[in-house]
Protein backbone atom coordinates (compact mmCIF):
# COMPACT_ATOMS: atom_id res chain seq x y z
CA UNK A 1 0.00 0.00 0.00
CA UNK A 2 1.39 3.51 -0.95
CA UNK A 3 1.56 6.22 1.70
CA UNK A 4 -0.35 9.22 0.85
CA UNK A 5 2.45 11.29 0.11
CA UNK A 6 0.75 14.56 -0.58
CA UNK A 7 -0.71 14.69 2.83
CA UNK A 8 2.34 13.73 4.28
CA UNK A 9 4.49 15.97 2.01
CA UNK A 10 2.96 19.15 3.52
CA UNK A 11 2.61 18.33 6.90
CA UNK A 12 6.43 16.94 6.81
CA UNK A 13 7.36 20.42 5.88
CA UNK A 14 5.45 22.23 8.39
CA UNK A 15 6.98 20.26 10.76
CA UNK A 16 10.67 21.21 9.72
CA UNK A 17 9.90 24.52 8.92
CA UNK A 18 8.26 25.60 12.05
CA UNK A 19 9.98 23.37 14.32
CA UNK A 20 11.78 21.79 12.57
CA UNK A 21 35.69 5.93 24.63
CA UNK A 22 36.55 4.75 21.49
CA UNK A 23 39.15 6.89 20.54
CA UNK A 24 42.52 5.83 22.15
CA UNK A 25 42.92 3.03 19.19
CA UNK A 26 39.89 0.93 20.45
CA UNK A 27 37.10 -0.02 17.98
CA UNK A 28 33.94 2.65 18.07
CA UNK A 29 31.13 0.96 19.64
CA UNK A 30 33.17 -2.30 20.67
CA UNK A 31 32.45 -5.44 18.63
CA UNK A 32 30.91 -6.21 15.15
CA UNK A 33 30.36 -9.09 13.90
CA UNK A 34 30.05 -10.54 10.35
CA UNK A 35 26.40 -11.94 9.15
CA UNK A 36 25.82 -13.63 5.18
CA UNK A 37 22.93 -12.52 3.18
CA UNK A 38 20.58 -14.40 0.98
CA UNK A 39 22.62 -14.37 -1.99
CA UNK A 40 26.19 -15.48 -0.33
CA UNK A 41 27.28 -11.89 0.05
CA UNK A 42 29.36 -11.57 4.02
CA UNK A 43 27.49 -8.20 5.66
CA UNK A 44 28.59 -6.65 8.95
CA UNK A 45 26.25 -5.93 11.55
CA UNK A 46 26.41 -5.12 15.38
CA UNK A 47 27.22 -7.84 17.99
CA UNK A 48 25.25 -8.60 20.78
CA UNK A 49 28.19 -7.34 23.01
CA UNK A 50 27.66 -3.52 20.98
CA UNK A 51 25.82 -1.94 23.17
CA UNK A 52 25.59 1.70 25.33
CA UNK A 53 23.84 2.77 28.36
CA UNK A 54 21.40 6.09 28.08
CA UNK A 55 20.92 6.69 31.74
CA UNK A 56 20.08 2.82 32.47
CA UNK A 57 18.70 1.50 29.13
CA UNK A 58 20.91 -0.41 27.25
CA UNK A 59 20.89 -0.05 23.38
CA UNK A 60 22.48 -0.83 20.15
CA UNK A 61 25.41 1.44 19.87
CA UNK A 62 23.78 2.70 16.64
CA UNK A 63 20.36 3.41 16.58
CA UNK A 64 18.16 3.83 13.62
CA UNK A 65 16.36 7.38 12.69
CA UNK A 66 13.02 6.55 11.74
CA UNK A 67 11.38 9.98 11.12
CA UNK A 68 11.91 9.10 7.11
CA UNK A 69 9.60 6.39 6.55
CA UNK A 70 6.47 8.32 7.52
CA UNK A 71 7.15 10.14 3.89
CA UNK A 72 9.72 11.87 1.67
CA UNK A 73 11.57 13.69 3.67
CA UNK A 74 13.98 14.30 0.90
CA UNK A 75 11.84 14.53 -1.57
CA UNK A 76 12.05 10.19 -2.37
CA UNK A 77 8.60 8.79 -2.19
CA UNK A 78 8.88 5.64 -0.12
CA UNK A 79 6.71 2.33 0.37
CA UNK A 80 5.08 1.16 3.67
CA UNK A 81 6.04 -2.66 2.70
CA UNK A 82 9.06 -1.57 2.08
CA UNK A 83 9.90 0.68 5.23
CA UNK A 84 8.52 -2.18 7.47
CA UNK A 85 11.04 -4.50 5.60
CA UNK A 86 13.55 -1.77 6.32
CA UNK A 87 12.51 -1.78 10.16
CA UNK A 88 12.66 -5.86 10.44
CA UNK A 89 16.57 -5.73 8.36
CA UNK A 90 18.01 -3.24 10.78
CA UNK A 91 17.07 -5.49 13.34
CA UNK A 92 18.69 -8.41 11.71
CA UNK A 93 21.84 -6.18 11.06
CA UNK A 94 21.88 -5.92 14.97
CA UNK A 95 19.97 -2.70 15.54
CA UNK A 96 18.18 -2.52 18.03
CA UNK A 97 17.07 1.48 19.44
CA UNK A 98 14.34 2.80 16.84
CA UNK A 99 13.67 6.14 16.87
CA UNK A 100 10.07 7.99 16.14
CA UNK A 101 7.10 10.19 17.09
CA UNK A 102 4.01 11.08 16.98
CA UNK A 103 4.78 13.92 14.36
CA UNK A 104 6.60 11.82 11.84
CA UNK A 105 3.37 11.55 9.39
CA UNK A 106 1.28 12.09 12.00
CA UNK A 107 1.02 8.72 13.48
CA UNK A 108 2.53 6.89 10.30
CA UNK A 109 6.15 5.79 11.34
CA UNK A 110 4.83 4.72 14.14
CA UNK A 111 2.39 2.44 12.76
CA UNK A 112 5.29 0.82 11.16
CA UNK A 113 7.36 0.21 13.52
CA UNK A 114 4.27 -1.38 15.34
CA UNK A 115 3.65 -4.31 12.23
CA UNK A 116 7.67 -4.31 11.99
CA UNK A 117 8.05 -5.61 15.19
CA UNK A 118 5.13 -7.71 15.90
CA UNK A 119 6.27 -11.18 17.59
CA UNK A 120 9.70 -9.40 18.32
CA UNK A 121 8.92 -6.57 20.19
CA UNK A 122 11.15 -7.50 23.31
CA UNK A 123 14.17 -7.99 20.83
CA UNK A 124 13.90 -3.59 20.08
CA UNK A 125 13.83 -0.22 22.12
CA UNK A 126 11.20 1.90 21.09
CA UNK A 127 12.08 5.75 21.29
CA UNK A 128 9.14 7.96 20.56
CA UNK A 129 8.23 12.19 21.16
CA UNK A 130 5.19 13.82 22.27
CA UNK A 131 5.22 17.89 22.46
CA UNK A 132 3.14 18.48 19.24
CA UNK A 133 -0.37 19.98 19.33
CA UNK A 134 -1.68 17.38 16.97
CA UNK A 135 -5.49 15.94 17.54
CA UNK A 136 -4.80 12.42 19.21
CA UNK A 137 -7.52 10.99 17.57
CA UNK A 138 -7.53 12.55 14.10
CA UNK A 139 -3.99 13.64 13.81
CA UNK A 140 -4.91 16.67 12.77
CA UNK A 141 -1.87 19.27 13.05
CA UNK A 142 -3.51 22.48 15.02
CA UNK A 143 -0.93 25.85 15.47
CA UNK A 144 1.91 25.54 18.18
CA UNK A 145 2.68 22.95 20.75
CA UNK A 146 1.00 20.90 23.42
CA UNK A 147 2.37 19.22 26.53
CA UNK A 148 -0.25 19.76 29.02
CA UNK A 149 -0.55 16.58 30.95
CA UNK A 150 -3.72 15.37 30.04
CA UNK A 151 -2.71 15.74 26.82
CA UNK A 152 0.51 13.90 26.76
CA UNK A 153 -1.72 11.00 28.37
CA UNK A 154 -4.04 10.60 26.01
CA UNK A 155 -1.31 10.85 23.17
CA UNK A 156 0.41 8.25 24.75
CA UNK A 157 -2.47 5.83 24.34
CA UNK A 158 -2.41 6.34 20.94
CA UNK A 159 1.56 5.63 20.98
CA UNK A 160 0.71 1.94 23.00
CA UNK A 161 -1.85 1.78 19.62
CA UNK A 162 0.11 2.22 16.96
CA UNK A 163 3.18 0.76 18.10
CA UNK A 164 0.98 -2.21 18.84
CA UNK A 165 2.81 -2.48 22.12
CA UNK A 166 2.19 -2.35 26.30
CA UNK A 167 4.96 -0.09 27.20
CA UNK A 168 7.56 2.62 25.43
CA UNK A 169 10.69 2.40 26.19
CA UNK A 170 11.95 5.76 25.89
CA UNK A 171 9.21 8.68 25.98
CA UNK A 172 10.64 12.22 24.56
CA UNK A 173 9.12 15.78 24.79
CA UNK A 174 10.01 16.66 20.86
CA UNK A 175 9.89 20.46 22.25
CA UNK A 176 9.98 22.35 25.01
CA UNK A 177 6.59 23.66 25.53
CA UNK A 178 6.69 27.67 26.33
CA UNK A 179 3.44 27.52 28.45
CA UNK A 180 3.89 24.72 30.58
CA UNK A 181 6.24 24.41 33.07
CA UNK A 182 8.91 21.43 32.76
CA UNK A 183 7.95 19.97 36.14
CA UNK A 184 4.24 19.58 34.88
CA UNK A 185 5.22 17.62 32.02
CA UNK A 186 7.85 15.54 33.86
CA UNK A 187 4.86 14.87 36.94
CA UNK A 188 2.85 13.50 33.89
CA UNK A 189 5.20 11.18 32.78
CA UNK A 190 6.46 10.15 36.39
CA UNK A 191 2.72 8.87 36.52
CA UNK A 192 3.18 7.18 33.30
CA UNK A 193 6.46 5.68 34.21
CA UNK A 194 4.33 4.27 37.52
CA UNK A 195 1.58 3.12 35.25
CA UNK A 196 3.94 1.12 33.55
CA UNK A 197 3.11 2.57 30.41
CA UNK A 198 6.78 4.43 30.54
CA UNK A 199 10.11 2.87 30.77
CA UNK A 200 12.27 5.75 30.23
CA UNK A 201 12.10 9.37 29.72
CA UNK A 202 13.90 12.11 27.56
CA UNK A 203 14.28 15.53 26.10
CA UNK A 204 14.71 17.12 22.73
CA UNK A 205 16.21 20.62 21.46
CA UNK A 206 15.58 21.61 25.57
CA UNK A 207 17.84 23.98 27.40
CA UNK A 208 20.11 23.03 29.92
CA UNK A 209 18.52 24.66 32.57
CA UNK A 210 14.89 22.78 31.71
CA UNK A 211 17.19 19.41 31.62
CA UNK A 212 18.30 19.72 35.25
CA UNK A 213 14.52 21.20 36.56
CA UNK A 214 13.15 17.95 34.55
CA UNK A 215 15.66 15.08 35.95
CA UNK A 216 15.02 16.36 39.67
CA UNK A 217 11.05 15.09 38.77
CA UNK A 218 11.88 12.18 36.22
CA UNK A 219 15.24 11.22 36.02
CA UNK A 220 16.02 11.61 32.16
CA UNK A 221 17.74 8.81 30.58
CA UNK A 222 18.60 10.67 27.30
CA UNK A 223 18.45 14.22 25.77
CA UNK A 224 18.47 14.54 21.40
CA UNK A 225 20.09 17.48 19.77
CA UNK A 226 21.60 17.58 16.07
CA UNK A 227 25.52 16.86 16.74
CA UNK A 228 28.13 15.89 14.61
CA UNK A 229 31.46 17.41 13.07
CA UNK A 230 29.14 19.85 10.52
CA UNK A 231 26.75 20.81 14.05
CA UNK A 232 29.40 20.84 16.97
CA UNK A 233 27.13 23.12 19.10
CA UNK A 234 25.81 20.59 22.11
CA UNK A 235 29.77 20.49 23.26
CA UNK A 236 29.62 23.99 24.59
CA UNK A 237 27.11 23.39 27.24
CA UNK A 238 24.77 20.40 26.98
CA UNK A 239 27.07 17.49 26.69
CA UNK A 240 29.10 18.90 30.14
CA UNK A 241 25.65 19.15 32.02
CA UNK A 242 24.59 15.57 30.62
CA UNK A 243 27.93 14.78 31.59
CA UNK A 244 27.52 15.24 34.99
CA UNK A 245 24.27 14.34 35.44
CA UNK A 246 24.75 10.69 33.82
CA UNK A 247 22.07 11.40 31.02
CA UNK A 248 22.67 9.84 27.48
CA UNK A 249 22.73 12.02 24.15
CA UNK A 250 21.33 10.68 21.19
CA UNK A 251 22.44 13.24 18.02
CA UNK A 252 20.03 13.29 15.19
CA UNK A 253 21.56 14.14 11.84
CA UNK A 254 24.48 12.38 12.95
CA UNK A 255 25.52 12.58 9.04
CA UNK A 256 24.94 16.38 8.74
CA UNK A 257 21.14 15.63 6.64
CA UNK A 258 23.63 13.49 4.31
CA UNK A 259 25.95 16.35 3.40
CA UNK A 260 29.05 14.42 5.29
CA UNK A 261 28.28 11.52 3.15
CA UNK A 262 30.31 13.00 0.32
CA UNK A 263 27.91 12.86 -1.87
CA UNK A 264 26.32 16.22 -1.91
CA UNK A 265 28.23 19.09 -3.22
CA UNK A 266 27.29 22.59 -4.75
CA UNK A 267 26.26 21.17 -8.14
CA UNK A 268 23.71 18.86 -5.94
CA UNK A 269 19.85 19.21 -7.50
CA UNK A 270 17.43 18.56 -4.49
CA UNK A 271 13.99 17.49 -5.15
CA UNK A 272 11.44 20.17 -5.35
CA UNK A 273 9.90 19.03 -1.42
CA UNK A 274 13.60 18.59 -0.13
CA UNK A 275 13.71 19.97 3.13
CA UNK A 276 17.30 20.96 2.83
CA UNK A 277 15.85 23.42 -0.04
CA UNK A 278 14.95 25.97 2.80
CA UNK A 279 18.24 25.35 5.01
CA UNK A 280 21.11 28.22 5.16
CA UNK A 281 23.67 25.79 5.18
CA UNK A 282 22.30 23.56 1.85
CA UNK A 283 22.33 26.77 -0.02
CA UNK A 284 24.76 25.66 -2.92
CA UNK A 285 27.50 29.18 -1.89
CA UNK A 286 26.93 27.26 1.57
CA UNK A 287 27.61 23.98 -0.07
CA UNK A 288 31.13 25.32 -2.09
CA UNK A 289 32.14 26.71 1.41
CA UNK A 290 31.63 23.48 3.72
CA UNK A 291 32.56 20.69 1.28
CA UNK A 292 36.08 21.32 2.54
CA UNK A 293 34.69 19.21 5.58
CA UNK A 294 33.60 16.76 3.62
CA UNK A 295 37.62 17.17 1.69
CA UNK A 296 38.78 16.40 5.38
CA UNK A 297 36.58 13.33 5.94
CA UNK A 298 37.20 11.82 2.89
CA UNK A 299 41.07 11.89 3.51
CA UNK A 300 40.69 10.05 6.58
CA UNK A 301 38.18 7.74 4.74
CA UNK A 302 40.78 6.73 2.51
CA UNK A 303 43.60 5.91 4.92
CA UNK A 304 41.22 3.85 6.97
CA UNK A 305 38.97 2.16 4.26
CA UNK A 306 36.12 3.23 5.40
CA UNK A 307 33.16 5.55 3.99
CA UNK A 308 32.82 8.83 4.35
CA UNK A 309 29.64 8.40 6.60
CA UNK A 310 31.28 5.62 8.26
CA UNK A 311 34.01 8.03 9.81
CA UNK A 312 31.47 10.96 10.33
CA UNK A 313 29.67 8.19 12.64
CA UNK A 314 32.60 6.66 14.03
CA UNK A 315 33.85 10.45 15.29
CA UNK A 316 30.21 10.64 16.81
CA UNK A 317 30.68 7.40 18.55
CA UNK A 318 34.33 8.52 19.81
CA UNK A 319 33.22 11.18 21.79
CA UNK A 320 31.73 9.94 24.84
CA UNK A 321 30.46 6.40 25.38
CA UNK A 322 26.93 7.64 26.18
CA UNK A 323 26.55 8.78 22.67
CA UNK A 324 24.19 6.79 20.12
CA UNK A 325 23.79 8.34 17.08
CA UNK A 326 20.25 7.74 15.02
CA UNK A 327 20.68 8.00 11.17
CA UNK A 328 17.94 7.91 9.18
CA UNK A 329 17.69 6.05 5.83
CA UNK A 330 15.06 4.21 3.72
CA UNK A 331 17.57 2.14 2.58
CA UNK A 332 18.65 -1.13 3.87
CA UNK A 333 22.25 -0.76 2.19
CA UNK A 334 23.06 2.75 4.29
CA UNK A 335 22.30 1.21 7.72
CA UNK A 336 24.66 -1.65 6.62
CA UNK A 337 26.97 1.12 5.98
CA UNK A 338 26.37 2.50 8.89
CA UNK A 339 26.65 0.20 11.57
CA UNK A 340 30.03 -0.63 9.82
CA UNK A 341 31.14 2.44 11.92
CA UNK A 342 31.27 0.12 14.39
CA UNK A 343 34.92 -1.12 13.21
CA UNK A 344 36.18 1.66 12.44
CA UNK A 345 38.86 2.74 15.13
CA UNK A 346 40.81 6.05 15.52
CA UNK A 347 44.56 5.80 17.62
CA UNK A 348 44.49 9.20 20.12
CA UNK A 349 46.19 11.31 17.68
CA UNK A 350 44.21 10.44 14.37
CA UNK A 351 41.60 11.55 16.28
CA UNK A 352 43.30 14.65 17.56
CA UNK A 353 44.29 15.38 13.79
CA UNK A 354 40.32 15.01 12.64
CA UNK A 355 39.57 17.69 15.26
CA UNK A 356 42.06 19.90 14.48
CA UNK A 357 41.43 19.69 10.43
CA UNK A 358 37.61 20.08 11.13
CA UNK A 359 37.86 23.14 13.67
CA UNK A 360 39.80 24.27 10.85
CA UNK A 361 36.79 24.60 8.53
CA UNK A 362 34.45 27.86 9.14
CA UNK A 363 31.01 26.56 8.97
CA UNK A 364 28.68 28.77 6.31
CA UNK A 365 25.20 29.08 7.27
CA UNK A 366 22.89 27.80 10.30
CA UNK A 367 21.59 24.29 10.63
CA UNK A 368 17.59 25.33 10.44
CA UNK A 369 15.50 27.75 9.34
CA UNK A 370 15.13 30.83 12.09
CA UNK A 371 11.40 29.63 12.96
CA UNK A 372 13.14 26.05 13.52
CA UNK A 373 15.91 27.31 15.27
CA UNK A 374 13.83 29.85 17.61
CA UNK A 375 12.05 26.39 19.18
CA UNK A 376 16.02 24.88 20.31
CA UNK A 377 17.43 25.56 23.45
CA UNK A 378 14.35 26.81 24.66
CA UNK A 379 13.77 26.88 28.66
CA UNK A 380 10.35 26.38 30.16
CA UNK A 381 8.54 28.45 31.84
CA UNK A 382 8.95 28.46 35.53
CA UNK A 383 6.43 27.03 37.70
CA UNK A 384 3.82 28.97 39.66
Known sequence: MSINHERIDSRRRELLLSAGAVGVAVAVGGAHATATTGTGTPTTRLASTDRRKLGKLEVSSIGLGCMQMAGPIYGVPVERKDMIALARGALDLGVTFFDTAEAYGPFTSEEILGEAFQGVRDQVVIGTKFGWNIDPTTGKRLPGLNSQPDHIKLVVDGMLKRLRTDRIDLL???????????????????DLVKAGKIKHFGLSEAGVKTIRRAHAIQPLAAVQSEYSLFWRGPENELLPTLEELGIGFVPFSPLGAGFLTGKIDKNTKFEQNDFRNNVPRFTPEAREANYALVEVIKGVATRKEATPAQIALAWVLAQKPWIVPIPGTTKLRNVESNVGAARVAFSANELRDLNAAAAAVKIEGDRLPRQALDMTGVEAPPKK
Open 172 to 190: YQHRVDPKVPIEDVAGAVS
